[in-house]
């Protein structure tokens, strides 16, 4: 599997393979990540799960990790909500129309209508005591973006909760996308 590493709410670090505390050097270092768009297609009450590609699901797989810090006290945070979604190899997200034109807002509604029900290629998942998170997908799929007639690169959805934190919503896009440069800056990189 490929290993793409992020988190949230402080820069991107590797920590798959080593489960101790950052060092003083490395913590020093933390940066706030910075915020991205919502995008459209947030649904709410997405499912706590670790894989949130289906069994059948035909793709690049991927296996991503990382840790939500607090840029305050430079220490992993337990037991924050951290939200994933992106598209699926069809270039279509979950949820999303059958008809591109027609997009309802987050805010206004859950979703609920469109082409699919089942929370494909998104979910929730709750950090450990360290503030470590993991989960298993297929790599998203560059699509264009009709709104704006850009290309999207690949890119994952994250929206980060904590206990006395402000959220943050952010994205993840991938090392060598030949469209990372188009309209949005890219900082995670697999």
């Not at 990540?33 to 699901?57: E, L």
């Not at 709750?126 to 690169?153: A, H, I, N, Q």
């Amino acid at each position: 599997m490929e290993s793409v590493v992020s988190n949230s709410l402080a820069q991107v670090y590797n920590n798959k393979s080593d489960d101790k505390e950052l060092n003083n050097e490395t913590t020093n270092q933390l940066e706030a990540t910075p915020k991205d768009v919502w995008g459209p297609f947030y649904v709410m009450n997405a499912p706590f799960r670790a894989k949130i590609s289906p069994i059948d699901a035909i793709g690049i797989p991927l296996m991503i990790s990382g840790r939500v810090f607090g840029l305050d006290t430079k220490k992993g945070l337990p037991f924050a909500v951290v939200d994933i979604w992106h598209t699926s190899p069809e270039a279509v997200y979950d949820y999303q129309e059958a008809d591109p034109t027609k997009i309802y807002p987050y805010r206004e509604e859950l979703n609920t209508h469109g082409r699919s029900t089942n929370y494909d290629y998104r979910a929730r998942l709750v950090t450990d005591e360290g503030g470590r998170y993991e989960f298993e997908t297929v790599k998203p799929v560059p699509y264009f973006d009709t709104d704006d007639s850009t290309w999207r690169c690949p890119h994952i959805h994250y929206y980060v909760q904590s206990h006395g934190y402000k959220p943050l919503v952010t994205q993840l896009y991938f090392h060598g996308e030949e469209k990372n440069d188009i309209g949005k800056k890219t900082f995670a990189f697999a």
